[in-house]
């Protein structure tokens, strides 16, 4: 594999990272803002703070959210919704638009684990941001590690940076 094609591998670890948990929009060819896929997303966590004049939802402590074959792990879950959609069926306070992760964060996939420190996705740039010490996307044998890794889905550019930037690719690994 040349070096051309790791962004790819980034993109699509991204991708199915928190396409199905975080980007029901995209699949369902929406050009801007944020809805769930009409899967079920199920967390759990010691705590939630529904803050209805923020539009935002904290879920604290042993978080774990999962949709479908996803799940996302983290200390912290913070939601901000649309103002401006308002509730409906899916969602008591609007649109989701940012989703922040915070605090010893994994996300799981049955192909791929991500981990960082925080993780952030902004669904009207359709932007995706893990930081951290040591962020590390996984595939198989596969890793990219970076202090931070940035995943713009619609230029389709993976940026990792914050040296040192580590990959270690093995030939024949998934």
Not at 81 to 105: H, I, Y
Not at 136 to 142: A, H, I, S
Request: glycine share 8%.
């Amino acid at each position: 594999m040349t070096c051309a094609r790791i962004p790819k591998i980034l993109l699509l670890a991204a991708a199915l990272f928190l396409a199905p948990m975080f980007n029901g929009a995209m699949a369902q060819g929406q050009p801007s803002g944020f809805a769930f896929s009409d899967a079920p997303l199920n967390i759990n966590s010691d705590s939630l703070v529904l803050m209805h004049r923020e539009n935002s939802a904290l879920f604290s402590g042993n978080v774990v959210a999962v949709q479908e074959e996803t799940t996302l792990k983290a200390d912290e879950l913070a939601l901000y919704f649309d103002a401006q959609t308002g509730p409906d069926e899916r969602s008591p306070l609007g649109n989701l638009k940012t989703v922040k992760a915070n605090g010893s964060v994994i996300i799981q996939t049955p192909d791929y684990t991500a981990w960082a420190d925080r993780a952030s996705y902004d669904a009207d740039k359709q932007q995706l941001v893990l930081t951290g010490e040591k962020v590390t996307l996984k595939r198989g044998e596969n890793t990219v590690t970076g202090k931070k890794i940035t995943v713009d889905t619609p230029t389709g550019i993976t940026k990792v940076d914050g040296g040192p930037v580590r990959v270690d690719f093995f030939p024949g690994s998934p």
